[in-house]
């Protein structure tokens, strides 16, 4: 099935042979089909789900704005629904609708035609969306009465540990049982299928409240008596190789799970708060390529004066904005570019994210002393024409990293300041000579993420007079080159945000898009970091460069259509706190 359905997305033309290659590249590291073709933004889910439905001979089913009631959920015994992950969607008194997570499933078809036939009904099984099958099975439960049953099974061990685990081997005990064990693994599997970059686990007053970073945003998923908190906590320690009695200082670790038929590394970090900890675990999974820059929602303006910088035989490409804004992704977007036989590139990351074909990748380890600046170091004895180093720390490595720039590597790297224009100050208070970096520095890139409207319930806006007459004076200052035909400069404006619906759990957003601004270090702006980067003369030569803020290209994209009112003045906020 899976080669048919890649002919048949080929002759549609909604793939072309490069991303064919890089769907079966993907599924040989243990990717699904649906994982290497949908998860890797390759096809949309329901030109995907369109497609499969083709190939089975099964009718495809799109059920936005549909309303599936509990009852119609209750026609399949709840043990079916999680066994066979398969939900009802539509019942007329003879004919029952079932959607199937994996409709080639033969042993959950056959059974749910005896479960049908036994009630005398007909059976239609159908293909609809993933993203509206994962929504289905939320609405079913599933997942939820494992916590359930979990809970259940557990408050008696946890009721007695308070009393009698006093010992480490007895607490050790507890934690690896069953119940706590389910639970994690129930968290850690939803996140995942839920498409979450993290998970926090914390303790808020009587209870543990479990939230999934969802698009940049974290949302609550559970909430459990407080009672079970340590026990989750220690679970994660166990499946991390932390240290169970040292509760006092922070930890990291790392575990990896085999979820959906594809293998996620979780980062674990534990805090000391009061009375207890907190565990944030970060999800990757380094199997999925980098995206490209027109993926990440990069202008094809940048695209060019990106394309063309990293020609430069050396230098430095620095990009910049706070934890989880997408840098590492957007610097692998670029050694992308770079990747070929003739070029040898290495990097140094914390942690590895994206795995690249070609590319010799390192994790460094504090722990043992292999720090970004001593991992540079090395690497400059591996004879790279390019290298990327995750993030510019310290004095030590800033200098390490222009004086291999000066001999003649290519630099990718990223640093923590509020706006490109930080870049040159931020090095210049770590210790690094003007004069030096003017000699290297070629590109400076800021970025955020805003969330993207979900494309299937976006309608036009009616915003607030004041606000409406902030966002026109801002069009008015964005250079006209940037601005596509069939938006005017002069007006009128129309803004959309999304009303919510079954593709987008009713959330009105699907995905994120790169926000980002652009600084050339021109001849001209190499003298004005020798100078000591005054910001009057900047601004000058930054207006000479018709370049576009971050805030006008969030406001040109909302104009797009690509996002709402509602993400501007979140971002808007973010950039002026943390100036």
Not at 22 to 39: C, D, P, S, Y
Not at 264 to 274: A, G, N, Q, Y
Not at 529 to 547: D, I, L, N, R, S
Request: aromatic content about 6%.
């Amino acid at each position: 099935m899976d080669e048919q359905t890649l002919a048949l997305l080929l002759s549609k033309g909604l793939i072309d042979q490069k991303a064919m290659e890089n769907i079966r590249m993907l599924m040989t590291r243990g990717k699904t089909l649906q994982q290497a073709v949908v998860g890797a933004r390759h096809v949309s889910d329901v030109d995907f789900a369109k497609v499969c439905a083709e190939v089975l001979g099964l009718p495809f089913v799109d059920l936005t704005g549909v309303d599936v009631s509990a009852e119609v959920i209750g026609l399949l015994p709840h043990a079916i629904i999680e066994s066979y992950q398969a939900v009802p969607f539509g019942f007329d008194g003879t004919t029952i609708q079932i959607a199937m997570q994996d409709p080639t499933n033969l042993r959950a078809s056959e059974a749910l035609q005896f479960v049908t036939n036994e009630k005398g009904w007909k059976l239609q099984t159908a293909v609809v969306p993933p993203k509206q099958m994962d929504e289905l099975l939320r609405k079913a439960g599933v997942g939820e009465s494992e916590v359930e049953t979990a809970l259940v099974a557990a408050k008696g061990k946890f009721a007695r540990r308070k009393e009698e685990a006093s010992e480490l081997n007895e607490l050790e005990k507890v934690i690896k049982g069953a119940p706590v064990s389910r639970m994690i693994s129930v968290i850690m599997r939803q996140a995942v299928e839920g498409g979450a970059s993290d998970i926090h686990i914390e303790p808020i007053g009587q209870e543990s409240r479990v939230r999934y970073r969802i698009d940049g945003v974290l949302r609550t998923s559970l909430t459990l008596p407080i009672y079970v908190h340590p026990a989750l906590v220690s679970r994660v320690k166990v499946l991390a190789n932390l240290k169970l009695d040292e509760t006092r200082i922070p930890q990291d670790g790392r575990i990896t799970e085999e979820i959906g038929g594809k293998k996620i590394d979780f980062r674990i970090s534990t805090l000391p708060v009061v009375d207890n900890e907190k565990v944030v675990m970060r999800i990757l999974d380094t199997s999925v390529g980098a995206p490209t820059f027109e993926q990440l929602g990069y202008r094809t303006e940048y695209i060019e004066i990106i394309k063309e910088e990293i020609k430069k035989p050396f230098g430095m490409f620095l990009i910049t904005g706070p934890t989880g804004s997408g840098k590492s992704t957007t610097l692998f977007a670029g050694l992308n570019l770079l990747n070929s036989e003739g070029v040898n590139i290495s990097t140094l990351e914390d942690p590895v994210e994206y795995y690249i074909n070609g590319v010799n990748q390192s994790q460094i380890k504090p722990e043992v002393g292999y720090t970004f600046a001593a991992g540079l170091r090395s690497l400059l004895r591996q004879d790279p024409n390019v290298i990327m180093v995750g993030e510019i720390r310290d004095r030590e490595t800033a200098e390490l990293g222009i004086h291999a720039s000066l001999t003649g590597h290519l630099i990718f790297s990223t640093l923590h300041t509020n706006n490109v224009f930080g870049l040159v100050p931020r090095l210049i208070d770590i210790g690094v000579e003007p004069f030096l970096l003017a000699a290297t520095l070629n590109l400076g890139i800021s970025q955020r993420l805003a969330r993207k409207i979900c494309p299937h319930c976006k309608q036009p806006q009616e915003i607030q007079p004041e606000t409406l007459e902030m966002l026109v004076k801002e069009i008015q200052t964005i250079p006209r080159k940037y601005f596509k035909k069939d938006i005017k400069p002069e007006g009128p404006y129309v803004f959309f945000h999304g009303k919510g619906c079954a593709r987008c759990g009713d959330k009105g957003y699907a995905g994120r898009t790169a926000v980002a601004e652009l600084f050339q270090f021109t001849n001209t702006a190499k003298r004005l970091v020798e100078k000591g980067f005054p910001m009057k003369e900047v601004e000058v030569e930054a207006a000479c460069q018709e370049m576009l803020s971050l805030r006008q290209d969030i406001v040109l994209k909302a104009l797009e259509g690509l996002t709402s009112v509602e993400e501007i003045l979140r971002i808007t906020q973010e950039t002026s706190e943390q100036d």
